[in-house]
């Protein structure tokens, strides 16, 4: 079996302002999990509600990259938002980014 594995934020970059008191914490970090074959999950848990923001690619260069629907966490589910990311080639490392909004 050749499973896809992600590597967060490699080439992606983007600014933001945001004042603290107004900005999504993420306190346990960015998960992914169940890495197989042409599927990932990432994951992760807000201090409030809001929409997570996934992009990711099959190569270094930002210009291929995809951005997915936003998943939106609310309190109903503890404000987590969780993405099946599907159709991830074998083999290979695939750049990630998640923002919180």
């Keep these: 079996m050749v499973a896809a594995s992600l590597l967060p934020g490699r080439g992606f970059a983007q600014a933001s302002i945001v004042r603290d008191g107004q ?20 994951w992760a848990e807000a201090d409030r509600p809001g929409r997570m923001l996934v992009r990711w690619s099959t ?13 939106h966490a609310q309190e109903d ?4 938002g969780k993405l ?7 083999d290979q490392r695939n750049p990630y980014e998640v923002r919180w909004i």
């Design 84 to 90: 099946d990311l599907m159709g991830l080639p074998g």
């Design 59 to 71: 190569s270094e260069d930002p210009s291929d990259a995809r951005e997915v629907m936003p998943v």
């Design 23 to 42: 900005r999504i914490a993420v306190p346990y970090g960015i998960p992914v999990d169940d890495v197989l074959p042409a599927l990932a999950i990432i």
């Design 77 to 80: 589910s503890n404000f987590a």
